[in-house]
Nanobody, 117 residues
């Protein structure tokens, strides 16, 4: 059993910063990549950032958000700067994890980030 536990999001004013963290635990053999997605009300879930051998960012967050990873802690972080009201969404951690002989994709429970104007 694998779990992804995210830190709490929060309410922040436009222009502010917030840092999210996510830790994977359980019967983990290795983690291929970890990332963040978000879903705003009435919209589809979209990629925010992913980190594996490379990093990739969604176009709307490039230059403002930074993803990082601590392999020793099976954790991923998302530093969000210059936040905008349109960044308001539920943020989900995702990890592609090898367990035993299989590889599965796991999701965190989601954490709300609200940016006020």
């Amino acid at each position: 059993q694998v779990q992804l536990v995210e830190s709490e999001g929060g309410l922040v004013q436009a222009g502010g910063s917030l840092r999210l963290s996510c830790a994977a635990s359980g019967s983990i053999f290795s983690i291929n990549f970890m990332g963040w997605y978000r879903q705003a009300p009435g919209k589809q879930r979209e990629l925010v950032a992913v980190i594996g051998s490379n990093t990739n960012y969604g176009d709307s967050v490039k230059g403002r958000f930074t993803i990082s990873r601590d392999n020793d802690k099976n954790s991923v972080y998302l530093q969000m700067n210059s936040l905008k009201p349109e960044d308001t969404a539920v943020y989900y951690c995702n990890a592609n994890i090898r367990i035993g002989i299989g590889i599965n994709s796991y999701w965190g429970q989601g954490t709300q980030v609200t940016v006020s104007s």
